[in-house]
């Protein structure tokens, strides 16, 4: 470790915490239809969208139209993806003449980018057309991270409104988070993204022959206009195998540095978004503060276990840090940040190998995970998660002084607690059963690149990414139609049935009155607050998570320590 | 809300949903990217293109991607587990796990490849030239690796170690900002600037 790789990490941090307010604020004004600096250039096309969809834009939904509408397009997107890829050898725009994808692999990738996954059973570089690319994939990053913040909106809606009981207008919502959010970002990010070296071409790959007379395919096509939707909707999903390791998606160390703060910008404006909603700024910082503790954990452990590096190969007479799999460019240190930030939130992109991470450093993104990605999380999904937990701790406070819990003035009822339990039982049932299941099914454990407790990490890690919609991989799990299927239920699963209790329970707060604030009320803005939501979060985690964990990389740390290989 | 008012609003949000995903795909799909595609060609073209390198009007090599070299007169690059080595179109990393039996095996496998080719060489062997990077296509190493090379690279052209090393020394990146990222040489790079400085026989 080294005193560079902290600045790094505090200056990112600080770079987040710049932008908090003004894009929080920005967003707020963004989804109550308020005027803003965009709205000159993209409101004529907003009005087209509504004119042409036959939107009407004043009327509002109960919590119940609300997830009937986010059902509706998730199902329509579902079935556009899957019919593009299977065809995608008969439309234009493939100048590598890629096949097209066999049905289980499609209904993956399909599943995977309608639900902001981005899990990759495929390499981009070897399958997908540019069109697939472009048309399929890229458009599923922005409406898949649009619906995301369009729940978050809503839950922050139901969770603070005391006049109505509706949420709001899920068109609407979409509209405005992919118009005036993503599309003005997507912008100016890509042009400095293509500034660090990303190509942005429609060409067929280009072939050289090396000074030496080798001869290499170089890849092209639209990368940067993907890349900083990939990063920004927290996705993942990339547009090479080797994800945002490879120097095609991410050159420098300046696009890394870009590629992180953009995962995280959204994730954290929202809590500024959030405590305008709630008209006290103080809730939203709370979130804030709370996520940003856990943040530095992660990277602290992280970056110590890659620092401190493979005992196996220092005993070969070479010493240093942990770099198989790592970038030089981006070295030990940004390759911890990044695996840190990319599963705090539900992004999942990489910029190194997480599966030849030592055991801790690789358990860290996995706890990440784990905890429910609620570290400025996904867009939107990081922030209707972290209101979950805020729902348990407030309940669980509540017990402990034998109050009737309330937040934000209004009361936690047993029903609004039972939406929450359901939420908070989906990441468990959905990574831990199928885990336990590929390990007794011979498909399950055929294809694994490891043997011993890493093994096990892998399928352990592959369903709690899926799961988590996230992404990011240990390898090792083959894209075989086991995986394909099974995967692509769980992360059905995952999206949906952790989605419709939030919304339920935002629904059933909507339009309840604040109580007024007394000496005797619970405050949940302050330190105590934060204290006993971190505690909730990781004791929520770690009774659910330590057995498994401590069959995988714990085991595998005591037994790299001890000098073992399998 | 009861039976037939659920399925009217189902309906309903399913009709806006297909006319949607069109507008949205025409919109964010197809104009936006290529709309970039037509700003980055014009503002940043050699970029854009994908920052092909050419010598004599014949394209190397991309000034990003790193490459297979083996001859002793120039620098090499990492390990690399893309395809058969260097290969874009099949980009990844080993995916060893730090207990894996064929890490350890492979590992002092090239170290002792390193030895033999580089029999000269002082220097600790640098931990990045014994691992894969993640892509496999790593344009990169590590400022101690190029140094690690330079007798050999020295003795395969006739100059001296020192001259080698101070051509290192003039073609390392620094950290971005003196802060992100690390310290590393661009092999392409370095090599172009051998040939320049002393051609190649």
């Known amino acids: 470790m080294n005193l560079f790789g902290w600045a790094q990490a505090v200056i990112f941090l600080l770079l987040v915490l710049l932008v908090t307010r003004p894009l929080g604020a920005y967003m707020a004004r963004v989804f109550e239809g308020e005027r803003t600096w965009f709205q000159p250039v993209f409101a004529p096309l907003e009005r087209a969208f509504y004119r042409l969809c036959r939107i009407d834009p004043a009327t509002e939904m109960s919590a119940a139209s609300y997830l009937l509408a986010t059902l509706a397009f998730s199902l329509i997107g579902l079935v556009y993806l899957y019919a593009l890829l299977r065809t995608q050898k008969w439309l234009p725009l493939n100048p590598q003449h890629f096949d097209n994808l066999p049905a289980d692999s499609a209904w993956n990738v399909a599943v995977s980018f309608m639900t902001n996954t981005n899990w990759q059973f495929y390499s981009g570089e070897s399958t997908m057309s540019y069109l697939s690319q472009i048309a399929g994939l890229a458009w599923h990053n922005f409406v898949s991270a649009a619906v995301g913040i369009t729940i978050a909106i809503a839950v922050i809606r139901g969770v603070t409104r005391t006049d109505r009981t509706t949420v709001g207008n899920f068109w609407v919502d979409v509209t405005r988070a992919t118009l005036y959010v993503l599309l003005p970002i997507s912008i100016a990010g890509c042009l400095l993204l293509v500034s660090q070296g990303i190509p942005q071409n429609f060409h067929a790959y280009q072939d050289v022959v090396s000074i030496e007379g080798f001869r290499q395919t170089i890849t092209g096509g639209p990368m940067a206009s993907q890349e900083v939707i990939k990063e920004l909707g927290t996705n993942g999903g990339g547009f090479v195998n080797a994800n945002s390791a490879s120097p095609n998606e991410n050159p420098t160390p300046l696009s890394n540095l870009l590629e992180m703060f953009l995962i995280f910008c959204i994730g954290a404006g929202l809590t500024y978004t959030y405590g305008r909603y709630a008209k ?20 602290t ?3 110590a276990s890659e620092s401190a590096g493979n005992p196996l190969v220092h005993a070969l007479g070479v010493s240093g840090g942990n770099m198989e799999g790592k970038e030089c460019r981006f ?36 706890a990440n995970m784990q905890l429910g990605e609620i570290v400025y999380g996904g867009v939107g999904t990081g922030l209707y998660g972290m209101i979950l937990f805020v729902v348990l701790t407030v309940f669980i406070a509540g017990l402990m002084v ?33 885990t336990a299941i590929s390990v007794l099914v011979p498909a399950g454990t055929a294809t694994l690149g490891n043997a011993g407790a890493h093994g096990f990490s892998e399928l352990l890690y592959g369903f709690t990414s899926t799961t988590e919609n996230n992404g990011s991989a240990f390898a090792g799990l083959g894209g075989n139609t086991y995986f394909n299927i099974l995967m692509g239920v769980v992360m059905l699963c995952g999206r949906f049935l952790f989605l419709i209790p939030a919304v339920l329970l935002a629904g059933s707060l909507a339009g309840k009155p604040r109580a007024p604030v007394t000496s005797g009320t619970f405050q949940t803005h302050s330190p105590v607050f934060v204290g006993l939501l971190i505690g909730v979060i990781i004791i929520v985690g770690a009774l659910t998570f330590f057995p498994a964990d401590a069959l995988g990389p714990i085991v595998e740390h005591l037994q790299m320590l001890h000098g073992k290989s399998f | 809300m009861n039976a037939i008012d659920l399925k009217d609003n189902t309906l309903r949000h399913l009709r806006i949903a297909l006319v949607y995903t069109i507008v949205s795909v025409i919109a964010f799909g197809l104009v936006y990217p290529f709309l970039m595609t037509g700003m980055a060609m014009l503002i940043f073209p050699r970029q854009a293109n994908g920052s092909i390198v050419f010598i004599g009007g014949k394209p190397i ?17 990492r390990p690399s587990a893309a395809g058969k080595g260097y290969d874009p179109t099949s980009t990844g990393g080993t995916n060893l796990a730090p207990t894996s039996k064929k890490l350890v095996d492979t590992t002092r496998q090239t170290i002792a490849a390193l030895r033999k080719e580089n029999p000269d060489a002082t220097l600790p062997i640098p931990m990045d030239l014994v691992t894969s990077s993640g892509s496999g296509i790593d344009p990169d190493i590590s400022p101690e690796a190029a140094h690690y090379q330079a007798p050999r690279v020295a003795r395969a052209r006739g100059m001296t170690t020192a001259s080698v090393d101070a051509l290192i020394d003039r073609h390392v990146q620094p950290r971005t900002f003196g802060m992100f990222g690390e310290p590393r040489v661009n092999v392409l790079e370095l090599n172009l600037a051998l040939d320049a400085q002393k051609p190649r026989t």
């Not at chain 1, 006290?280 to 990277?299: H, K, P, S």
């Not at chain 1, 034998?402 to 049932?429: C, D, F, M, N």
Request: glycine share 10%; net charge neutral.
């Open chain 1, 402 to 434: 034998g109050r009737t819990p309330e937040y934000l003035g209004k009361k936690i009822e047993r029903s609004h607690v039972q939406y929450a339990i359901l939420a908070a039982l989906v990441l468990p049932v959905f990574a831990l059963i199928p």
């Open chain 1, 331 to 366: 070295g030990v240190a940004a390759s911890s940040l990044f695996a840190a930030v990319t599963t705090d939130t539900s992004c999942g992109a990489v910029n190194a190998m997480h599966d030849s991470f030592t055991p801790l450093g690789g358990l860290v993104p996995l």
């Open chain 1, 280 to 299: 006290d700024q103080r809730q939203g910082w709370a979130l804030f503060v709370a996520m940003a503790i856990l943040f530095a954990a992660g990277f």
């Open chain 1, 301 to 303: 452990v992280a970056y």
């Open chain 2, 61 to 77: 090599a991309s000034a990003l991607i790193g490459q297979l070299w083996t001859k002793p007169q120039y620098f090499h690059g």
